[in-house]
């Protein structure tokens, strides 16, 4: 049986563009990261993967430098990981955009070249062709000059790829992209991820609760519960005897029509965050 | 034993007539503006609680220039205010806070206006500093009708707390389940709007919004329950106006002038006090890194355990 | 209405329009229209403490626009910003109601610090408030970059190494210098009515920054020339004009977004609740 945090390398002639080992990460006593390894090298959509409050967006913000850890390293393009890191792409969960903001496409994805600097932008062609470029890219030029508070979901999704992308970065970290869209818009957005790993090799980990959209594409699974990790090629990462390993108690992965279900098995008694993952959302306002 | 009870009570603070109007006058404000209040720190609407106290002076001085008292003035024009800041103001926090800050502009240079047109001498000599300070020790109008129209805007949130603090955590989840959210919010707009108005016309502007933030803030650093928050917070805000009062009375014992600091001052020191103690604590449970776009209170947490 | 004594007025005005309008620009995108109208009010109760001991108005406002701003940017990163303001604002005000107490000789001046005076500028000033007005559009520029990162997408902000409370505490400051500095002209209460108007009306016209910032201006200008023509010619109070102005300035500009129908329903503003439609979780 595969150990709980062995990784498992298809292939890796190139160096890892990122490379998580053993690290920890625990908050006001909790252990919120239990010794997480795995790498993501470049060309490769790596899903991370894990019930809602597993550690996700804590990962991803120990890979930003923002996070700090109790035991472990990130290297990421073969520097070892700072508060600013030029090599990273990064589109957050929480896009709240005004839709009053005197602010178009345009202008948000050259935020993304030069945002950090003081000082107001300079116009420059350069400048100018590169934004269009990564807008074109994102299929984006329809509404590269609208407000961006006034774009829909899937839209707004694409921009904020585009912001990441236009500093021509090395590793894409996005969190939650497909939380809060319509199915197809989710699909649009995997499938120009997708495109864009291959065409420009770079390494994508994208972090979400509900895998199905992705099959189609990922590479590598990092899943994570409880605070621990278990990567490599999906179909050797979402199986009943690895998972109820990790989880610490049994889970049924069931293939239902070509979609996979983690269900929690009888019994099954696990820490509130994972049983919750496992049954209908039990998390009711009022 | 006599020498403490008398270094901390002045003499005469209990036979004074001015302190028990005020202890009650105080009182009173102080346990509509933190019921009030604990909705509003809820809602983010700090600002228009606090811009509704300018507004009200705006009607106020309106009042003074025809020679009316100030009440009808003060509450007439608080409503109006309330209304349109809700009216054109948008449902995300910044669009409203933007439409609170052009109604009070709009109210501030009204204010300019009739204080400037006010021609009896006798008016405008502390017609400003009454309407912008307000003074706990003279109170004209009729204990009744205050007492009346607070009874009025308690009443109206205990009607609808429970929608409004829906309509307040989850405004999708509570449209969904047929809470009219709109309604609402107007509703707790025009009781926010007679709470500040009384506040502002019988202990000042200042006091106003001191009482209406500062010990519903207080109460929530504490507990996360409704019930206890809503108690906490008239608690503290009663607590901190009795505590102000006395201090300004035995103040004008202090020091080689006798001339006493104002009870305003007291009682904002002693609740902006209470804040921060309550805040430490808080703030060490807070320590959990949140991203940047995060508010630093959850109201979530508040409605998942409504009482 | 430009005789000599009028023309430092139009000059101390016309310095002061465009730094309301750069300023506002970003009061505006970041939602701190409270925070602007905290900081000149709790600065004019040093004003007063200041006039009580003698030392020049404008230091007392600067210092106590400053110690406002950094009350404000220091108590909000425990609290919610809302709330922090309210607070900070309170205890500066009852710090002025307590100096304000010591002495009864104040009544005219309170008035034109609160609201505005037309005729109370002298040429003495006219340098000091150059100088700062400079330095506030300078300040301005200079963090443009990072305040519209912070003020859009304050997560990837963040993640470039953009601190957000830093942000906001820079930013605040500039908010004191700008409001120390135009409180003599346009008044303590009214001059976060020209720093929220013009730039409110301004980004209804347009949709890129730039461009906005420089209509937010000419809108500040605009407001402030004819508030003080209009002051001058009917008598009334300047800050009355500026209030109406400046909600007249909004209106238009809501009314012109209302007319060309830019409002698309269902923006992504309102966040669905994140449900997978089927059982299917894994």
Not at chain 1, 256 to 271: F, I, K
Request: aromatic fraction near 6%; glycine fraction near 10%.
């Amino acid at each position: 049986m595969p150990g709980m945090t062995e990784q498992t390398r298809t292939s890796a002639p190139a160096a890892d563009v990122l490379d998580v080992a053993g690290v920890s990460v625990s908050l006001s006593g909790r252990q919120i990261l239990d010794d997480v390894s795995f790498s993501v090298g470049a060309g490769q959509f790596t899903g991370l993967i894990g019930p809602n409050g597993a550690g996700k967006t804590t990962l991803l913000r120990v890979i930003l430098g923002l996070q700090r850890t109790s035991a472990g390293t990130v290297t990421v393009a073969a520097q070892p990981r700072s508060r600013r890191n030029p090599s990273i792409g990064y589109v957050p969960q929480k896009i709240l955009l005004d839709p009053d903001m005197p602010m178009r496409a345009r202008d948000l994805v050259a935020l993304g070249i030069d945002g950090h600097r003081f000082g107001v932008p300079v116009r420059s062609r350069a400048r100018r062709e590169a934004v269009a470029a990564m807008l074109h890219a994102v299929d984006a030029d329809r509404f590269a000059d609208a407000r961006v508070g006034l774009l829909s979901g899937g839209e707004q999704q694409r921009v904020m790829i585009a912001q990441a992308l236009v500093s021509q970065p090395r590793l894409l970290l996005l969190d939650e992209p497909l939380a809060n869209l319509d199915i197809r818009s989710g699909q649009e957005v995997v499938s120009l991820l997708a495109r864009i790993a291959a065409e420009q090799q770079v390494a994508v980990l994208l972090s979400a609760h509900e895998m199905n959209p992705l099959m189609p594409v990922m590479d590598r699974v990092v899943y994570l519960a409880g605070g621990r990790a278990v990567s490599g090629p999906t179909d050797q990462v979402i199986r009943t005897d690895v998972l109820s390993s990790l989880y610490g108690y049994h889970v049924d992965v069931l293939n239902v029509h070509g979609r996979v279900l983690v269900v929690a098995g009888p019994g099954g008694d696990g820490h509130g965050d994972e049983a919750a993952f496992a049954a209908p959302p039990a998390r009711e306002a009022g | 034993m006599h020498q403490l009870y008398t270094w901390v009570f002045e003499p005469g603070f209990f036979a004074s007539a001015p302190v028990r109007t005020a202890v009650v006058i105080g009182g009173v404000a102080a346990v509509v503006s933190a019921v009030v209040g604990v909705f509003t720190v809820l809602r983010g609407q700090s600002f228009a609680g606090h811009a509704l106290g300018d507004v009200s002076a705006a009607g106020g001085s309106g009042a003074l220039l025809i020679g009316v008292t100030p009440l009808p003035g003060f509450i007439g024009l608080g409503i109006i205010g309330s209304g349109a800041m809700e009216l054109i103001g948008i449902r995300r926090v910044r669009g409203r806070d933007l439409a609170t800050g052009i109604v009070l502009g709009a109210a501030i240079g009204l204010t300019a206006l009739f204080l400037y047109l006010d021609t009896s001498a006798s008016a405008t000599t502390g017609a400003t500093q009454q309407i912008l300070f307000g003074s706990i020790f003279t109170i004209t109008s009729s204990l009744t009708i205050i007492i009346a129209f607070s009874v009025l805007a308690v009443g109206a949130i205990a009607v609808i707390w429970r929608p409004l603090l829906l309509a307040t955590v989850s405004p999708d989840i509570a449209a969904a389940r047929g809470v009219p959210v709109r309604l609402v919010g107007l509703a707790y707009m025009l009781a926010l709007a007679v709470a500040v108005a009384l506040s502002s016309l019988t202990v000042g502007a200042i006091l106003s919004t001191a009482l209406l933030i500062g010990p519903a803030a207080t109460a929530l650093h504490l507990t996360r329950r409704m019930g206890r928050a809503l108690i906490l917070a008239c608690v503290t805000g009663v607590a901190a106006t009795w505590a102000g009062i006395l201090l300004a009375y035995d103040s004008y014992d202090w020091g080689s002038s006798h001339q006493g600091l104002p009870v305003s001052f007291f009682i904002v020191a002693v609740i902006f006090a209470a804040f921060l103690l309550t805040g430490l604590p808080a703030r060490r449970a807070a320590a959990r890194p949140r991203p940047a776009s995060a508010p630093a209170a959850a109201p979530e947490e508040a409605c998942s355990r409504a009482s | 209405m430009f005789a000599g004594f009028m023309m430092n007025t139009w000059a101390v005005a016309t310095i002061v329009a465009p730094v309301a309008g750069v300023v506002g620009f970003f009061v505006v995108l970041r939602g701190s229209a409270f925070p602007a109208h905290a900081i000149p009010k709790g600065a004019f109760a040093g004003a007063a403490g200041a006039a009580l001991i003698g030392i020049s108005t404008l230091l007392g406002l600067a210092v106590f626009s400053l110690l406002g701003a950094l009350g404000i940017g220091v108590l909000g990163q425990r609290a919610r910003r809302d709330v922090a303001t309210a607070l900070a604002l309170v205890m500066m005000l009852a710090l002025g109601a307590a100096f304000l107490s010591r002495t009864t000789e104040y009544e005219p001046e309170i008035y034109s610090l609160l609201f505005g005076e037309v005729l109370g500028v002298s040429s003495t000033e006219l340098l000091p408030v150059a100088g700062l007005g400079a330095a506030c559009i300078a300040a301005v520029l200079f963090l443009y970059r990072p305040l519209m990162l912070s003020s859009s997408v304050p997560d990837v902000a963040e993640a470039k190494g953009i601190r957000g409370q830093h942000i906001e505490i820079c930013f605040l400051i500039v908010v004191a210098l700008a409001t120390a500095m135009t409180v003599p002209v346009v008044g303590a209460l009214l001059i976060f009515s020209l720093m929220i108007g013009p730039p409110a009306a301004a980004r209804s016209f347009t949709s890129r920054p730039v461009l906005a910032m420089a209509l937010s201006v000419v809108i500040a200008l605009v407001t402030v020339w004819v508030a003080i023509a209009a002051s001058y010619l009917y008598n009334w109070p300047i800050g009355f004009f500026v209030g109406a102005l400046g909600a007249v300035a909004y209106g238009a500009g809501r009314g012109w977004a209302a007319w060309r129908g830019t409002r698309r329903a269902g923006a992504a503003s309102v966040a669905m609740p994140a449900v997978p439609p089927t059982t299917a979780r894994a």
